[in-house]
Each structure stands twice: as C-alpha cells, then as structure tokens.
C-alpha cells in the first residue's frame, strides 16, 4: 500500500501563486509516475501535471502549462505542483495520484484526499 497526503491548499486572489505537496509514506518503491489531478465543482476530474520517477520528464495538461511546475524531492519522497497567475478557473479540489505505469498513463493506483484551492477574482 502507498499513502499519499497532500497540504498547501487553501484561499488566494486571482494572479497569485500556491504550492501543493504531495508526500509519499509505504511501500512507493515501484511506484513510477506520481501526478496531480484537479475536481471543479460539478465537473469531473481532469489531469494537472505528471512526472516520472526519477523527475526527468514531465507532462503537463494545456491549461497548465506555463502557469504550474511540477518537481520532486525523491530524498523526500515527495511531489510539488508550484501553481502561478492562479484564475478562478483553476479553483477546485487537487488531488495527488501514483501509478506503477508510464508518464502517459491517466491510470493511476493510489489517490491522496485532496486539497482545496480557491482563487478569488
């Protein structure tokens, strides 16, 4: 089993920035991709960002990209979405995820809780 728990969320105005972790506890040796997620209200969930195990690639989703970074501490076993210029678009409930399969994959094995981000215009 992997743990996941996320922090950082919480309530901004519109052009400033938020980081997300995502810290990693149990047996995550063979876990490859770690990414986040994102839940609007009334929406389904959609795909933020995605890196691979070692942090050496990445992948980001259109709406994201330029705006948020993700990055990896592996001595820390945790994950970062830096989120810049938020809009009130990016406001939902962030999840962090981890899969056994590739960057690409949207299949992910184990979820965290979540984290609310609201960006105020």
């Known amino acids: 089993q992997v743990q996941l728990v996320e922090s950082g969320g919480g309530w901004v105005q519109a052009g400033n920035s938020l980081r997300l972790s995502c810290a990693a506890s149990?047996?995550?040796?063979?876990?490859?991709?770690r990414g986040w997620f994102r839940q609007a209200p009334g929406k389904e969930r959609m795909f933020v960002a995605a890196?691979?195990?070692?942090?050496?690639?990445?992948d980001y989703a259109d709406s994201v990209k330029g705006r948020f970074t993700i990055s990896k501490d592996n001595a820390k076993n945790t994950v970062y979405l830096q989120m810049n210029s938020l809009t009130p678009e990016d406001t939902a409930v962030y999840y962090c995820?981890?899969?056994?399969?590739?960057?690409?994959?949207?299949?992910?094995?184990?979820w965290g809780q979540g984290t609310q981000v609201t960006v105020s215009s």
């Open positions: 995820a981890a899969s056994f399969s590739g960057l690409n994959t949207r299949a992910y094995d184990y």
């Open positions: 149990g047996r995550s040796g063979s876990i490859y991709t």
């Open positions: 890196i691979s195990k070692t942090g050496g690639s990445t």
